[in-house]
């Protein structure tokens, strides 16, 4: 028996990140930037022009003037809506309406003046922003609607990055769902050919990454995402860390509109065909139903937005099993000379002289080995043949036992403007999950089952200040948590030591069956790499600040993050035993 145990591991790191972008671009996590320069009709730049970017949704407004070559610049505009406005004496006011940012989006937004007074208006509707021509990054954003919109399976965010350039889902990886350290839908997204664990997760520009199998901390629901930013090529300096992609999701906020929205998915197995070993449409269940809820609390000021989603699933698995004939478990062998089971003929383990018949004794005569008390009790784990030909001794069992799944998901945001150069946003996510996935058989037949708890929490607090037309800082703190609790099958029930295997189960980590893999038949018993207990901490603190010189920005960083990783994992808790065959497990030998 081997036991592998992680003790706690305590991590600090000090990244600081120089951003220096001297031609037209500044790297955004959760912003986007307005760029442009201000002529009149001849073409002719204006400089000292006053611009106004207000936030439509929150009525939030940005200032800043043309410089000497009448360039001017915007940066960290959460993405939004805009209306983008150009004054100065002795030209009319132009106005750009409909101007959608997502996140990383750097516009270039040129406007023109014509003579007249400041009073007229000239009303523009802004054009599609098309190539990005402002930044070398290759990304993709997947907007409100589209996250909204489309037909995504479980309306798991991890499904909608798949569709990225690049990326696709993938078996490999610990975040799949199957296995003890990541129960929930899956996460894996597999980008460029790397491993899924070399991406680096952010929300809302927080670090979001679980440190130990390279999994999403917090998850939300597609309902508290305002859009996603898959950055998969020449990452920015504070989106590096990575081989893989930058997967960063952009939670929704509250406006001046209240928007609300109430749902449920409901999937069943009433036009599912029959699976092809049990004659009838496997067990299936869904339930996924949640809401959401945004709006003012003080109109122009303070802002609210809140989600919850629940999530139920019941799902027949079907399992394709050998075990041992009827006639084995007395230890008759017999049915092995069969020419369908092999022709098999078994020997004393002891001796190696053959057994009569293929039959090992329950009563032994001198110099026989006999039928083992601990095999036999180990063989009576298995369950009987299920099929029509007892004599046939592999692919002989079918089952179809229903895993769960239960997953409960909310999310809070809070936003307050003290002022158009003042403002702040909080966050607190939460997801729970509870699963059941359960073995062939209920002493199990070795494979990652049982019951898992998980919970993860993600708290958040940004400020930004706006100190003039070209200095604009960013201050943020979160902490992140991430628990998982993961228990083989029978934990807590001494199945070795029932059988009579002493120095086993010594202590309830090491409940259950240890696990015997038998050569022609399928595995018995489990507690392959369970229980796992794994708790991560992330404590982190960062800031930036940038300044606008015309059409140039410079912009620098640093984040500190402590990271606390505690994770206790066995391969085998309770022990692990290998044999030639069934007629050895059975004299034990």
């Known amino acids: 028996m081997f036991v592998s145990t992680r003790s706690r591991l305590w991590i600090g790191s000090l990244v600081i990140l120089p951003m220096f972008f001297l031609s037209l671009a500044t790297a955004q996590v959760k912003t986007a930037d307005i760029v442009g320069i201000v002529t009149d009709n001849t073409g002719a730049v204006i400089p000292n022009a006053k611009v106004i970017a207000r936030n439509v ?12 070559a009448g360039g001017y610049l915007f940066t960290l505009l959460p993405a939004a809506s805009y209306v983008v406005t150009a004054e100065m004496n002795g030209f009319k006011t132009e106005v750009v309406q409909n101007i959608t940012l997502a996140v990383g989006d750097r516009l270039k937004l040129d406007l023109h003046l014509t003579t007249g007074a400041t009073q007229e208006t000239v009303n523009v509707t802004a054009e599609e922003l098309g190539l990005q021509t402002q930044t070398s990054n290759l990304q993709s954003v997947i907007g409100e609607k589209a996250v909204q919109d489309l037909p995504v399976n479980n309306r798991n965010f991890a499904t909608l990055a798949q569709l990225s350039v690049g990326a696709n889902n993938s078996t490999q990886g ?54 996603m930013q898959i950055v998969t090529n020449l990452y920015p300096a504070e989106l590096g860390r990575t081989a893989g992609a930058v997967i960063n999701l952009i939670t929704k906020s509250g406006t001046n509109q209240l928007h609300g929205s109430l749902y449920e998915y409901f999937r069943n197995d ?23 809820l945004g709006g003012p609390i003080i109109r122009d000021r303070t802002f609210f937005f809140g989600d919850y989603e629940g999530y139920r699933n019941r799902q027949g698995l079907v399992y394709l099993e050998s075990v041992p004939t009827d006639k084995m478990h007395v230890g008759d062998f017999s049915d092995l000379l069969l020419p369908e089971n092999g022709g098999i003929q078994i020997k004393d383990p002891v001796t190696s002289a053959l057994y009569p018949g293929n039959i090992i004794p329950a009563n032994p005569g001198p110099g026989q080995t006999g039928i083992d008390p601990v095999g036999q009790n180990l063989m009576n784990y298995y369950p009987r043949s299920t099929s029509a030909d007892r004599s046939l001794a592999s692919n002989n069992y079918v089952s179809s036992p229903s895993q769960s799944l239960n997953t409960d998901t909310f999310d809070v945001k809070i936003d307050h403007k003290f002022s158009d150069r003042n403002l702040v946003f909080g966050r607190y996510s939460f997801e729970n999950v509870n699963s059941f996935l ?20 993600g708290a958040q607090i940004n400020y930004d200040h706006v100190f003039g037309p070209s200095w604009v800082t960013e201050l943020r703190a979160g902490y992140d948590r991430y628990k998982i609790a993961s228990y083989s099958f029978n934990y807590g029930v001494d199945l070795s030591q029932e059988a009579g295997l002493t120095g086993s189960n010594y202590d309830l980590l090491s409940s259950g069956l240890a696990l015997f893999q038998v050569n022609g038949e399928s595995n018995l018993g489990g507690n392959m790499y369970e229980p796992e207990l794994n708790t991560n901490n992330i404590y982190q603190v960062g800031g930036s600040a940038t300044h606008a010189a015309g059409l140039h920005s410079i912009k620098v960083g640093g984040e500190i993050r402590r990271i606390q990783v505690g994770q206790f994992q066995s391969p085998y808790a309770s022990g692990a035993f290998s044999f030639v065959g069934l007629r050895r497990l059975c004299a034990g030998g």
């Open 57 to 68: 949704g929150t009525n939030g407004e940005r200032t800043t003037q043309t410089d000497s």
């Open 174 to 227: 610990f975040g799949g769902g199957t296995g003890p350290d990541d129960r929930r839908t899956t996460s894996t997204v597999q980008v460029n050919g790397q491993w899924p664990w070399a991406n680096n997760f952010q929300i809302d520009g927080q670090n979001n990454n679980e440190r130990f199998i390279g999994t999403t901390i917090v998850k939300p629901s597609v309902e508290a995402i305002q859009e």
């Open 270 to 292: 009433i036009f599912d065909t029959p699976d092809v070993l049990t004659k009838k449409a496997s067990p299936y269940k869904q339930n996924q139903f949640g809401g959401s």
């Open 438 to 457: 359960p073995g062939a058989y209920p002493a199990g037949n070795g494979i990652f089952g049982g019951t898992s708890i998980q919970r993860t929490q």
